[in-house]
């Protein structure tokens, strides 16, 4: 049992067919429902908002790109993670060592239209600790929760997709569980919400 | 000494036992976590969920990927065709090279007008006069006296 269904579920087999066939419509319906639940897999992976919005366009793009690859036979969902997870590491891979160097603050500047200050202030807030908190955690950890806690996939789905045995990734996701707590335990008041 | 000797002896068989229990098992389900690590991961969970999403365009360019591969490689066929087509069409021209004939068929110069003094010619835009003065004929002069 999954300790944290996301809510996302296999898309309609005619849907992808329709988005196979390239029917505008369909790929349009098929954007909405993908590209945010691909956005927060890229911000959960790469812990980096500008760099998961990058990253996630590109997979939507790849993705569709790519769809005819897809036999059917293996869920949607784990073939489109995996292929998100990979884009996220290369993507890892070719800016850990610039961003040490680089005033990334730039990058975190992209102002959004807020209707409410207030909210969009207490939205900030409740992204900063959760970037915070990912950004914490080792890239294998990371991948670890981010599957298992907040994506919601089973053990060994997330076994299979990092490659590693079911012990490995109760291993990470309870250290990865551990680090959040140390780091967040002070920052979440008892009464404080997302 | 003897009281060295015993502590020294629990220390040992404490070791022992230690050593021989098993580790807890780790936690897999979120349930089995303790209370405070089981907050935090929900938490982050909702914080996951509510997470803003950038707006995005959907990739409408690549919409069809196999109908606009085909009418991209129609158009290319199509463009290179064209080329040919006038190609072949300029090279007997290009090969042969301009004919006089061509030159004026090409610029058909019309007489606009025709006097002894004056020649009016038009090719296209341009309208050419040619002048030359009137010849002199003192008897053709008028009488100043008018006689």
């Known amino acids: 049992m999954s300790s944290a269904p996301s809510g996302a579920r296999e898309p309609e087999p005619g849907l992808l067919s329709a988005v196979r066939a390239g029917a505008p419509e369909a790929v349009d319906a098929w954007f909405r429902a993908e590209h945010p639940e691909v956005y927060r897999l890229c911000f959960g992976f790469l812990a980096h908002r500008a760099d998961a919005e990058d ?29 998100v997870l990979n884009r996220c590491r290369d993507r890892l891979r070719r800016v850990e060592r610039r961003r040490k160097h680089e005033d990334s603050a730039a990058g975190e500047r ?30 294998r950890e990371r991948e670890a929760f981010v599957l298992r806690d907040l994506e919601g996939l089973e053990t060994s789905e997330v076994a299979r997709m990092l490659a590693i045995g079911e012990s490995s990734v109760r291993s990470l996701v309870t250290l990865a569980r551990q680090r959040l707590r140390e780091l967040l335990r002070v920052r979440l008041a008892p009464e404080e919400r997302p | 000494v003897n009281g060295e000797r015993d502590d020294a002896e629990r220390v040992r068989d404490l070791r022992e036992l230690y ?4 580790p807890p098992p780790l936690a897999d389900e979120l349930a089995e ?24 365009v959907p990739p409408m360019r690549r919409a069809a990927p196999v ?16 080329v040919l087509a006038a190609g072949a069409a300029l090279l007997p021209r290009a090969s042969k090279g301009p004919r006089p004939e061509e030159h004026v068929s090409a ?13 009016e010619l038009r090719a296209g835009p341009v309208r050419l006069l040619l002048l030359s003065p009137p010849k002199h004929d003192p008897t053709s002069e008028p009488d100043p006296t008018g006689g």
């Open chain 2, 19 to 22: 050593e021989r229990l098993a």
């Open chain 1, 110 to 139: 992209r102002e959004r239209v807020a209707s409410d200050p207030a909210a969009a202030l207490e939205r900030a807030e409740v992204e900063a600790a959760l970037l915070a908190g990912l950004e914490a955690l080792p890239p």
């Open chain 1, 55 to 83: 990253v996630a366009q590109e997979a939507m793009v790849q993705l569709l790109d790519r769809l005819g690859e897809w036999d059917g036979v293996r869920s949607y969902r784990a073939w489109r993670t995996t292929l």
């Open chain 2, 67 to 82: 109908r606009a591969g085909l009418a991209r490689r129609a158009l290319t066929w199509l463009a290179a065709a064209g």
């Open chain 2, 107 to 119: 610029a058909p110069i019309a007489i606009e007008e025709i006097r002894a003094d004056r020649l």
């Open chain 2, 33 to 56: 976590a303790d209370a405070e690590t089981a907050r935090v991961v929900r938490w982050m969970q909702q914080a996951w969920r509510e997470l803003e999403v950038p707006r995005a």
